[in-house]
């Protein structure tokens, strides 16, 4: 037998020493994992459930597409929850009933998510002050200017916009397909293009980088770039879903979106890892928080602290499995 191209005791010695962040440990666990959930709650599987699994994971999926280009580059985005909170209220607050504003306001967040994200890289092109420290102030600072524009849920979104965005069939949905359709774009960027080779250098040795002519802040600026358009693709979704914008939208993003990229796989050193193993990230989070979810309905529990407790497992778990072995 073969699974995924390993023969039985390479697929052990894999799972027990990953090469290079490879992303096939986390499809083989996720695929195991699927049988005990499947026993345990047969109605995981039923097409209705499965249907609102992929819708779920598609905020989930995107931000970890950006956070995915961001860590590969040696960064990290803190601040990636408080952006799609502003872009929520900046689509709630601004849009009408108006195709054309509709248009123009979508076109708008879509450029205040390049925006943020540039505003990024650029701190850290000019300031010497480490990603995770940088990202958290300007997480503050789009925090606040979200409350400044709406303390509480609110604003106005059309029914029209909502229908667009979250409209389903089945298994088949709008925003699953949305989710594909990027994922393919930025496999492509990453695996097909220059910029995605300069990526990985990035991350694994800048300074081999610039010794090839490449200036490495450009790289970084533009993966903080991606990172903020996902943001805003989220934001409006979001938007569209809850047919509202909330400084709090984005709140539980940051965290979930690092777990999903450092659990499939890539390092938080960057230059290892990939989006294939975010994909697998990404479903894996979302099926735990549907099975958490049918679990506390059915015994009358809160499932959100079950949540946040095995989230924060998954992470330390994943960054110990994936440390770097001599």
């Not at 879509?110 to 994200?117: E, Q, R």
């Not at 958290?136 to 965005?165: D, E, N, R, W």
């Not at 549907?290 to 499932?303: E, G, P, W």
């Amino acid at each position: 037998m073969n699974t995924f191209g390993l023969s039985p005791g390479k697929l052990l010695q894999e799972l027990h020493n990953p090469r290079r962040h490879s992303a096939k440990t986390i499809w083989v666990l996720l695929v195991l994992l699927l049988v005990p959930i499947i026993i345990v709650i047969p109605e995981f599987v039923r097409p209705a459930n499965l249907a609102n699994v992929l819708q779920q994971m598609v905020p989930l999926g995107l931000i970890a597409i950006g956070q995915t280009f961001v860590i590969l580059g040696g960064g990290i985005d803190m601040s990636v929850g408080s952006q799609i909170s502003l872009v929520s209220l900046v689509a709630s607050t601004l849009m009408t009933d108006s195709p054309v504003n509709i248009l123009a306001v979508v076109l708008l967040c879509l450029v205040c998510g390049a925006i943020f994200g540039f505003l990024n890289g650029v701190i850290l092109k000019y300031f010497p002050i480490p990603p995770l420290i940088a990202t958290l102030c300007t997480g503050y600072l789009f925090q606040g200017l979200a409350f400044a524009l709406h303390k509480t849920s609110g604003g106005y979104i059309p029914s029209v916009f909502k229908q667009m965005l979250t409209a389903s069939w089945g298994l088949i949905s709008v925003p699953f397909t949305v989710y594909l359709v990027i994922f393919a774009i930025a496999w492509y960027g990453l695996y097909r293009t220059r910029f995605g080779r300069y990526v990985y250098a990035l991350g694994g040795n800048a300074e081999v980088l610039e010794k090839s002519g490449i200036a490495p802040h450009r790289v970084k600026i533009l993966t903080y770039l991606v990172s903020g358009l996902m943001c805003a693709v989220v934001g409006l979704y979001l938007a569209a879903r809850l047919r509202s914008g909330s400084a709090r939208y984005g709140d539980d993003y940051t965290l979930l979106s690092i777990t999903a990229t450092v659990v499939g796989g890539t390092s938080m050193a960057g230059g290892l890892g990939g989006l294939p193993g975010t994909f697998a990230g990404t479903i894996l989070i979302s099926m735990l928080t549907n099975v958490l979810n049918n679990i506390a309905f059915r015994y009358n529990l809160q499932s959100s602290y079950y949540n946040d407790i095995i989230t924060g497992v998954i992470l330390i778990a994943a960054m110990l499995f994936y440390r770097k072995r001599e």
